[in-house]
């Protein structure tokens, strides 16, 4: 091989390789371009307000300050007055509108979206998740019990206090869901948990 071939050989090789590098760095987006995007996800997820509702009042939860208006909290940071979840620790005076009722183990919380409450001495305390998730049903949800006589509890565990039990056959709706468990509507009124693994799909049976 000659010295001409070697050189050319090599020059196709650097210029493919540049061409590489070039084509990489024009599809990658650059370190600023992603922090970009990624500030434009996080201002998305984030309400901005430039001024307080009338009304507001200001209460300290946990040394930080929130003010406080219509039920909804807000807390200033750089960015200005951000709406904010109600804190851990905060106590309102009344429960949201459409709030689900949960009792785990003989505990009663309520829910609303992702926050959770619990009774307290003037009124409610917004409390941590309970360890079980509870979710809201769908509303066309009916199951029908597969065990000749399945005990209802007051929550979502084997140790929740049993308040009822069902017959086989007996056509429920689901209120609500956690992991193995149903909340039903009962025949007689009221509504308890069962387990999931002794009902089927009433459309089936």
Do not use: C
């Not at 005076?93 to 009792?103: Q, V, Y």
């Not at 049903?137 to 199951?143: F, K, P, Q, Y």
């Not at 206090?161 to 689901?174: A, K, T």
């Amino acid at each position: 091989m000659n010295r001409t071939t070697t050189t050319r050989r090599f020059s196709r090789s650097a210029l493919a390789l540049l061409l590489g590098i070039g084509l990489v760095l024009t599809a990658a987006p650059s370190w600023a371009e992603r922090n970009e995007r990624s500030d434009h996800a996080d201002r998305r997820q984030v309400t901005v307000v430039k001024r307080l509702p009338a009304g507001h009042r200001t209460v300290r939860v946990h040394d930080i300050d929130y003010a406080v208006a219509d039920g909804r909290y807000y807390r200033r940071e750089a960015a200005g007055l951000v709406l904010v979840p109600p804190p851990i620790g905060a106590v309102v005076l009344n429960l949201p509108a459409g709030r689900l009722s949960i009792n785990l183990g003989g505990v009663a919380y309520f829910r609303s979206g992702d926050v959770y409450f619990r009774a307290a001495r003037h009124g409610y305390e917004v409390v941590a998740p309970p360890p079980v998730q509870i979710r809201a049903a769908r509303d066309d949800l009916r199951i029908v019990v597969r065990a000749a006589l399945l005990n209802v509890h007051s929550g979502p565990a084997r140790n929740a206090v049993v308040i009822n039990q069902v017959h086989s056959g007996s056509r429920l709706v689901v209120t609500a869901q956690a992991p193995g468990w149903y909340r039903v509507r009962l025949p007689g009124g009221g509504q308890g948990w069962i387990m999931s693994k002794y009902a089927g799909s009433a459309a089936a049976g």
